[in-house]
């Protein structure tokens, strides 16, 4: 039954769990209610809380696309209990989702200009939608650069989709990892540097960054000494997510509260924060 409470999450079925890296699991996740599908829509950027019911809820980027009706989609990086919990978890299991919160990426404003997206680790997931609706819709956007970075090969997420996100038009993709093994022929290195030797070009160009903080911190130095100006480029800050609702003020970095004003901000809007991240 839909409830209007904010703090009393949809019951929902893991429909599957498909195993990104050692320890990230994407999972795939149906609402129960019938009627309250059509009217559960988001933006990419948005964030869900998922309960692994009798031990808690964490909050996941969506990785999905709201347009394309299938289930709902979040990476799972096992860091923790909740998300130990989750792990476990099998297909046809019961679990909890709150939500959707936060504002998004500003795609409208994106139409018509160069996209470069930057992303490390886990945290590349919340950009994945990103990229997902600017291929669904290839001829509102000029040229994408997908960056991915990762500590190794095996921890590269959507290494499956790699392919077809190479083989669209004026998309380019670059790898890097910190480590590479006998098997990996391509880039090490860390993606501050790639993004210095890439030279990306700021002209008419966004560039959305998401990853560990200090990956952020350094590619910010590296976005700026580029020419990049502070409203070119976008982040997210979702690893600061408590409650989803401004309530715990847990979130809160300087006067802002990453769930209420977020997670989505350019630099303009927080150069003065981060170092507060």
């Given at each position: ?9 949809h019951?929902?079925?893991l ?6 890296t050692p ?20 933006q990419?950027g ?7 019911f009798?031990?808690?809820?964490s909050?996941?980027?969506l ?9 709902l ?14 792990h ?37 997931a ?18 994408l ?28 993709l670059?790898l890097?990892v ?8 391509g ?10 030797e890439?030279?990306l ?5 966004v560039?959305?960054?998401c ?9 910010l ?17 979702e ?7 401004g ?9 802002k ?7 989505v ?12 991240f």
């Amino acid at each position: 039954m839909k409830s209007d409470n904010p703090f009393v999450p949809h019951m929902a079925t893991l429909r599957e769990a498909v195993e990104l890296t050692p320890d990230v699991m994407l999972f795939r996740i149906d609402l129960d209610d019938p009627d309250l599908k059509p009217d559960f829509s988001y933006q990419p950027g948005q964030f869900v809380f998922v309960s692994a019911f009798g031990t808690g809820e964490s909050p996941f980027g969506l990785t999905s696309v709201s347009y394309r009706r299938g289930p709902l989609e979040v990476a799972v990086r096992k860091v923790g209990t909740v998300t130990g919990s989750l792990h476990e978890l099998e297909a046809g299991a019961s679990v909890g989702v709150r939500g959707p919160f936060g504002n998004h990426f500003p795609l409208d404003d994106f139409r018509g200009k160069n996209i470069h997206i930057i992303g490390g680790g886990i945290g590349f997931a919340p950009l994945r939608p990103v990229i997902l609706t600017i291929l669904d819709h290839r001829s509102d956007y000029e040229d994408l650069l997908i960056l991915n970075g990762a500590r190794t090969p095996q921890d590269l997420v959507f290494a499956s989709e790699f392919d077809t996100w190479a083989a669209s038009p004026r998309t380019r993709l670059e790898l890097t990892v910190d480590a590479g093994d006998k098997s990996w022929t391509g880039r090490v290195a860390l993606i501050p540097s790639v993004v210095r030797e890439l030279n990306l070009s700021p002209q008419n160009s966004v560039a959305v960054i998401c990853g560990p903080p200090i990956m952020i911190h350094f590619t910010l130095i590296e976005l700026k000494k580029l020419g990049f100006a502070d409203h070119q480029i976008v982040t997210t800050l979702e690893g600061k997510m408590k409650c989803g609702l401004g309530k715990c003020a847990r979130c809160n970095v300087g006067d802002k509260y990453v769930c209420k004003d977020g997670p989505v901000f350019t630099l303009e809007q927080i150069s003065t924060l981060l170092e507060q991240f």
